[in-house]
């Protein structure tokens, strides 16, 4: 359930409590000078997107419909490292990738970098099958958590430090991804 507390919006899920953090409008803007980066970068190659299910189906759509002039790919990728609020430390592979990637420029569109560790295997798999280069873009990084120095994302929407977060494709235990907003937990 969605309270307003002084305009601000707040959530209750799972027995935490959630503040809004990043509203849809900030997001946008996130979103479209994600977009403006990969359209100068990309506006001569023909990219195929590879979409991190199942948290970054709704950055890829409001992101690859905010691109210009990119002649591009979409395919996507099932994979799962958590459980409740941490990761597993194990990447599982839910579906598979069904698109060649021989010889493509690649670029993943993932929720949130944590870790690292689902970018850093996604890499490798990818390079593994061929392609020419793999890119990140990601709606949320957490620099401070990072792990794997290779998955550091080329394209960021938002910084932002060690707090779970929820909404804009992001879930707690596979519910409210729908939200509109981001909202961070609160200690
Ligand atoms: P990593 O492999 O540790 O980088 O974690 C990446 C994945 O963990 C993301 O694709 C998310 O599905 C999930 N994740 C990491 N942090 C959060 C969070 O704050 N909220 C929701 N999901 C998260």
């Known amino acids: ?10 959530i209750d899920e799972q027995g935490y409590h959630f503040d809004e ?14 977009a403006k980066q990969i359209s100068a970068d990309y506006a001569d190659k023909e990219p195929l997107f590879v979409v991190v299910l199942n948290g970054a189906f709704v950055f890829a ?25 941490s990761s597993t430390g194990q ?15 690649v670029v993943i569109v993932e929720d949130i970098v944590d870790t690292g560790l689902t970018i850093h ?16 873009a990601s ?9 794997y120095e290779d998955a550091k994302p080329d394209y960021v929407g938002h910084e932002i430090t060690d707090e779970f977060v929820i909404g804009y494709g992001l879930d707690f235990d596979g519910f409210v991804r729908n939200l509109d907003a981001i909202y961070k937990v609160k200690e």
């Open 1 to 10: 359930m969605i309270f307003f507390f002084n305009s601000m919006r707040t």
């Open 21 to 34: 953090w990043l509203t849809p409008k900030e997001i946008a803007k996130d979103v479209q000078q994600v």
């Open 61 to 85: 759509a409001d992101l690859l419909r905010a691109l210009e002039n990119v002649r591009c790919e979409v395919t996507f990728i099932r994979v799962s490292s958590y459980w409740g609020m």
């Open 91 to 105: 990447l599982e592979f839910i579906v598979p990738l069904q698109q060649v990637v021989d010889n493509r420029d």
């Open 121 to 136: 295997q996604l890499k490798a798999h990818l390079r593994g099958l061929g392609a020419t280069s793999v890119r990140v």
């Open 139 to 147: 709606m949320l990084f957490k620099p401070n958590k990072l792990e």
